[in-house]
Nanobody, 113 residues
Framework: QVQLVESGGGSVQPGGSLRLSCAPS????????TGWYRQSPGKERELIAS?????AAWYDAGVKGRFTLSRDNTNLYLQMNNLKPEDTAVYSC?????????WGQGTQVTVSY
């Protein structure tokens, strides 16, 4: 079992920035595949960024160039710049461990004037 705890969400105006963090209950070195999902009201959960073993990250076209995924030995991060109202969602981190997927509870990000 893996527990994941996200933090860093909040409310910002369009054009603002937030940095999300994800703290796993195991060392980040245990996870080959990591990433971030988000779910907007009335929509399916969608993968927006992922990396395999720290290699070059993949990004959804809607966030590429604005969001940056990174990781260190203890946490997974998502730097979000130039936020738009359509980025409003619950953001959850994701890891694959021992062949199973795990998600955190999520952190709310709201972008509005």
């Amino acid at each position: 079992q893996v527990q994941l705890v996200e933090s860093g969400g909040g409310s910002v105006q369009p054009g603002g920035s937030l940095r999300l963090s994800c703290a796993p209950s195991l060392s980040m070195s245990r996870f080959y595949l990591t990433g971030w999902y988000r779910q907007s009201p009335g929509k399916e959960r969608e993968l927006i960024a992922s990396t395999a073993d720290g290699t070059a990250a993949w990004y959804d076209a809607g966030v590429k160039g604005r969001f940056t995924l990174s990781r260190d030995n203890t946490n997974l991060y998502l730097q979000m710049n130039n936020l738009k109202p359509e980025d409003t969602a619950v953001y959850s981190c994701y890891v694959a461990y021992d062949g199973e997927p795990y998600w955190g509870q999520g952190t709310q990000v709201t972008v509005s004037y």
